[in-house]
């Protein structure tokens, strides 16, 4: 299953931020990146609040990252926006020389009224390619555990096909914490002809009721075993911390094992894990250690 032509080269790695909300946030902000980058990343990316709420964050955090001379990728929700809007966005980030964007339908903002968004991402890939052509490398989202959304895994496997169909040429998933989600995922997107590479998103755990949560609000399973060990430990921060970097180092080693292209780090603005994770799976040796 492998998902590389040249099972030599190093595994492509991402971290994606969301945009800071005050000033020391966006300081802190250029610290973590500055931390991850000891890692020579292939690019950072940074979430966009669908409904437009973070349109200028997201803007203001991929122009900082520039400016820091890294690789940026902004996410594009198409969640409520309409074509034109999402023309301009698309224009003022060639202008600014962005090359990669996560092309993303978005979740309905909670007290928004919307049940749906009319739009999904498929509609936004055509939209990116008509307006742009080739010039933006799209990367869209995948679900191994099946989008809490769909009908079922069938009807979601054949909305994947129809995104790539449109246009994207690699995907990251949602979280997960069993490999083999990701490797039957990747077998059945295989037989099902869709050949993109697919780049397990990694969510390292460094506190238990965060990761709880954000599980069940975006339908990604914590197994048993994984929650009652990381409930034991929620009282001693640093012994939680410990088990994560070591649950989440065994993970991604499984995932590269098994195939998979690169890893996308959900890093929430921090670098502790992450760079942990990456450490212990030598990612940054493979980088003569910058
Ligand atoms: P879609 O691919 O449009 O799929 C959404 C649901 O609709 C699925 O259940 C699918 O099966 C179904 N569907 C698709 N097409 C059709 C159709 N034609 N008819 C009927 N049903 C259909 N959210 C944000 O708000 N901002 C972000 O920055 C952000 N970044 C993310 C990054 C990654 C890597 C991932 C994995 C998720 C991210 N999300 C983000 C969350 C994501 O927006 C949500 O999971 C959202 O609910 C679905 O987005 P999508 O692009 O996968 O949608």
């Keep these: 299953m492998n998902q590389d032509s040249s099972s030599s080269a190093r595994p492509r790695l991402s971290f994606e931020f969301f945009p800071p909300r005050s000033?020391?946030?966006?300081?802190?902000?250029?610290?973590?990146?500055?931390?991850?980058?000891?890692?020579?990343?292939?690019?950072?990316?940074?979430?966009?609040?669908?409904?437009?709420?973070?349109?200028?964050?997201?803007?203001?955090?991929?122009?900082?990252?520039?400016d820091l001379g890294l690789q940026a990728a902004p996410h594009l929700s198409i969640g409520a926006d309409?074509?034109?809007?999402?023309?301009?966005?698309?224009?003022?980030?060639?202008e600014m020389g962005v090359r990669r964007i996560v092309a993303l339908r978005g979740d309905v903002p909670s007290g928004s009224g919307r049940s749906r968004f009319v739009h999904n991402a498929e509609t936004l890939v055509r939209w990116i390619r008509e307006h742009s052509g080739d010039h933006f490398h799209?990367?869209?989202?995948?679900?191994p555990?099946?989008?809490p959304d769909a009908r079922d895994a069938e009807d979601d496997l054949a909305h994947f096909a129809a995104k790539v169909a449109a246009g994207a040429d690699s995907a990251i998933t949602q979280y997960f914490y069993s490999p083999y989600a990701y490797v039957d995922f990747v077998a059945r997107c295989r037989a099902a002809g869709i050949e993109i590479p697919i780049v397990p998103g990694i969510m390292p755990i460094t506190n238990y009721e965060g990761i709880i949560r954000f599980s069940e609000k975006c339908g990604a399973d914590v197994p048993r075993w994984l929650r009652r060990r990381l409930a034991s430990l929620q009282d001693d921060e640093q012994a939680l911390r410990d088990?994560?970097?070591e649950v989440v180092t065994r993970l991604c080693e499984d995932l590269l094992a098994a195939g998979a292209p690169g890893l996308h780090f959900y890093t929430l603005n921090r670098w502790g894990a992450s760079l942990a994770v990456c450490r212990n799976l030598g990612l940054d040796r493979q980088t003569g250690g910058r």
């Design 23 to 66: 000033a020391s946030g966006a300081d802190s902000l250029s610290r973590v990146a500055g931390r991850l980058a000891e890692l020579a990343p292939d690019f950072f990316s940074c979430t966009y609040g669908a409904g437009g709420s973070t349109r200028d964050g997201t803007r203001d955090t991929i122009r900082q990252l520039l």
């Design 82 to 94: 309409d074509q034109a809007q999402v023309f301009a966005m698309l224009d003022d980030y060639r």
């Design 138 to 143: 799209l990367e869209v989202a995948a679900y």
């Design 145 to 147: 555990e099946v989008h």
């Design 243 to 245: 088990f994560g970097v």
